[in-house]
């Protein structure tokens, strides 16, 4: 076994899920079925953190396609989160890959993600790097587009996705973090503390733990979106303040939100810099995935144990990333506060997009309230803002109109 029994030890009565049913599959080396399904993967690379990959690639997706990784939580299993989290109805709609980590018994007893074990979280070893070569192989078997791919995880899994995007910030252009905890909350604290008391530091430790990943690091950051639950007992809701500040620090913007926005199901959001960092409180929510069980567009998921039903996390966070913005790659926009990750996102208010989408424009007509509701837009002072062009809109309310055309990933204009 690969894990010390202290660690172990600690680790009991940590972030809990029940076991969910899982979906069928089938082991595979590359190519998919005829009809999409979740497919094992095999032979994705040495493997030192032994993990399972397993991958989901829709029907007719496009070369040059997007990857969103998934990282479930404790006692769960890679195909029971991917078939509950909802992400699948928005790889079918807007085509991506979705790559599925699966971590087992035989290396923790609870099937957590080790988001605090040293050889697990540094770049180039132990779990981190065994999801890296998971991405690796979809670049080179699939045609992944390196400059979007995407991470998020519940939990433990949450905690992994924090350290993904700390040691390898050149391979994840954004990431959300479900009911998890900052990067090396843990080691130098116990989970018990991180998870049950949370550890206060300043965003500038917090933010120095980020760099000292890959200190060789020249390019941008991710963008992080993250989720919780104000009743989170089994991961308290101050880590997600403590994210908020670690993230907010790495990306260079300030700790007071630029915009906030009241959502379905109790659910508050508040933005920071030019689209940097997003956070999500749920208000009464629990510990788990949040999803929306239901046939309207931003709506997903099917309600369980840690999956729980109050709001689509995977609608938003697949609208945060600019999957939504076509089937193939896409336009890159030259710079903007809320760019396609393709570009690498920037904090210029100022900057010009390019408007030359190589697929036909979306336009959308609806209030202000349902613009910033479903990622099209963002409001401040009482008005909403169009995302990318910043143009005013208007007030934000549910009476006032405007129609918006995409003209990039996640690049919106007034008027069609």
């Given at each position: 076994m690969r894990r010390s029994p202290s660690l172990l030890t600690r680790l009991t009565g940590a972030v809990a899920g029940i076991v969910l049913a899982a979906t069928a599959v089938t082991t595979?080396?590359?190519?998919?079925?005829?009809?999409?399904?979740?497919?094992?993967?095999?032979?994705?690379?040495?493997?030192?953190?032994?993990l399972a990959m397993y991958a989901y690639r829709p029907d007719n997706l496009p070369a040059g396609a997007p990857a969103v990784v998934l990282l479930h939580g404790c006692t769960q299993n890679a195909p029971g989160y991917f078939?509950?989290?909802?992400?699948?109805?928005?790889?079918d709609q807007w085509k991506f890959t979705v790559i599925v980590a699966?971590?087992?018994?035989?290396?923790?007893?609870?099937?957590?993600?080790n988001w605090f074990v040293e050889q697990d979280i540094t770049r180039g070893s132990g779990e981190a790097l065994s999801i890296k070569q998971m991405v690796d192989h979809?670049?080179?078997?699939?045609?992944?587009?390196?400059?979007?791919?995407?991470?998020?995880?519940?939990?433990?899994g949450g905690g992994m996705s924090a350290t993904m995007?700390?040691?390898?910030?050149?391979?994840?252009?954004?990431?959300s973090v479900i009911a998890g905890l900052p990067y090396r909350c843990a080691p130098p604290a116990s989970t018990s503390t991180c998870q049950y008391s949370g550890v206060n530091k300043t965003p500038q430790q917090w933010g120095d733990l980020v760099r000292a990943a890959y200190p060789g690091h020249t390019g941008p950051r991710p963008r992080v979106a993250i989720w919780h639950g104000t009743s989170d007992s089994t991961v308290v809701p101050a880590n997600a303040t403590e994210l908020r500040d670690q993230w907010t620090n790495v990306r260079g913007v300030s700790q007071t939100p630029t915009s906030t926005a009241a959502l379905p199901a109790n659910t508050s959001l508040e933005v920071y810099?030019?689209?940097?960092?997003?956070?999500?409180?749920?208000?009464?929510?629990?510990?788990?995935?949040?999803?929306?069980?239901g046939p309207a567009a931003d709506q997903c998921g099917t309600a369980g144990a840690y999956i729980l039903d109050t709001i689509c996390s995977a609608y938003h966070d697949a609208v945060f990333f600019g999957l939504n913005g076509g089937t193939g790659p896409g336009p890159t926009p030259t710079a903007s506060p809320t760019a396609s990750p393709t570009a690498g996102p920037t904090a210029s208010p100022t900057a010009s997009p390019t408007t030359s989408p190589t697929t036909a424009p979306t336009c959308v007509t609806a209030s202000n309230y349902a613009h910033v509701t479903a990622g099209?837009?963002?409001?401040?002072?009482?008005?909403?803002?169009?995302?990318g062009s910043n143009q005013r809109m208007g007030?934000?309310?549910?009476?006032?109109?405007?129609?918006?055309?995409?003209?990039?990933?996640?690049?919106?204009?007034?008027?069609?």
């Open positions: 595979i080396a590359a190519a998919p079925a005829q009809a999409a399904t979740l497919t094992q993967v095999t032979g994705f690379g040495s493997n030192p953190g032994n078939a509950n989290s909802g992400w699948q109805k928005f790889a699966g971590q087992s018994s035989a290396n923790q007893p609870l099937s957590c993600f979809a670049k080179n078997n699939y045609g992944t587009d390196p400059g979007r791919v995407f991470v998020s995880g519940l939990s433990a995007l700390a040691t390898y910030p050149d391979v994840f252009a954004a990431g810099g030019n689209n940097d960092v997003r956070l999500y409180r749920i208000s009464g929510m629990g510990h788990g995935t949040p999803v929306d069980p099209r837009a963002y409001h401040s002072g009482g008005y909403a803002y169009a995302n007030l934000y309310n549910t009476f006032y109109t405007s129609t918006l055309k995409q003209t990039g990933p996640n690049h919106w204009v007034i008027g069609c």
